[in-house]
């Protein structure tokens, strides 16, 4: 790869030197790599949150980018490090779902767990597995190093919970998968789900013992300001809003509630 894209999403904030030791290691290996920030201000241990996070940014990046998520509250247990390989792109971070979301959305064609000890620093650290593996790994896949050398293929990755839909007769039931800083309360919902509901015109859901027939609506403003609605946001998942409101306040919404969609 001329100049590769190799980008970084942690839960490690700005304030410590973790981040920057992470890009010393990628440009050490590979001093023409490009890295690109998604974010660091992850909140710490939610893996939910990176999982969200990074579903929403990497189709936008050029094909064969490399996407290293860190979010890792197992970091030296018996997790497994992986890289993912998909249609479009390359996935490297611990096996906890952080990059499950992103990684099937692309069609998953590989998947390696990464063992290999001459693609990791010599002493790898049991609590920095980002500086000590995941970075050397996204810097030699980035430059040209087959991901099979990593470490063997193995079949399947840890799905979390939040991706999963329980579907019944008459509804599906998923959950909140973020609340924005608008106060947008964005489930785990895709437009494929309403469609299947027979959904049109209104969208019937039960979010925190509460039933709720909203308007389905293409932008925010198609409801006068302060009433509710639901709409399919800009990265495909349904979103329960409030018109130049807070969705989250009123109907007191956090993430991991269960929200269910009705015929």
């Known amino acids: 790869m001329k100049n590769p894209i190799i980008t970084l999403t942690t839960d490690f904030g700005l304030k410590d030197p973790y981040v920057a030791e992470m890009k010393a290691v990628i ?16 909140e710490k241990f939610n893996v939910r949150m990176g999982a969200y996070t990074l579903a929403c940014a990497t189709p936008y990046f050029p094909k064969g980018t490399i996407h290293v998520a860190v979010v890792d509250p ?16 390359f996935f490297i971070g611990p096996d906890n779902g952080v990059s499950a979301l992103a990684a099937k ?9 990464i063992s290999n000890r001459n693609f990791m620093l010599p002493h790898v650290s049991n609590t920095f597995h980002g500086r000590d593996i995941f970075a050397p790994a996204a810097a030699h896949i980035a430059n040209g ?13 840890v799905v979390p919970e939040f991706s999963k839909l329980v579907k019944k007769k008459n509804a599906v039931i998923g959950e909140v998968l973020h609340v924005d800083s608008f106060g947008n309360i964005i489930t785990n919902f895709e437009e494929k789900e309403l469609k299947l509901m027979g959904t049109s015109g209104t969208v019937n859901v039960k979010l925190k013992n509460r ?6 609506c293409k932008a925010y403003a198609e409801t006068p300001p302060k009433q509710p609605l639901a709409i399919i946001g800009s990265h495909n998942f349904l979103e329960i809003a409030i018109n130049q409101g807070n969705a989250a306040e009123k109907f007191k ?5 269960k929200i269910t969609l009705y015929r």
């Open 253 to 257: 919404a956090k993430t991991g509630d």
């Open 105 to 113: 959305a692309q069609r998953i064609r590989h998947v390696y767990e």
């Open 27 to 42: 440009l050490s290996i590979c001093p023409n790599a490009q890295i690109i920030d998604i974010t660091h201000q992850i």
């Open 211 to 216: 039933l709720l027939k909203l308007k389905l």
């Open 145 to 157: 190093v087959s991901p099979s050398e990593l470490g063997p293929e193995v079949e399947d990755i």
């Open 74 to 89: 197992g970091v030296g247990t018996k997790r497994r490090p992986l890289l993912i390989e998909t249609e479009k792109d």
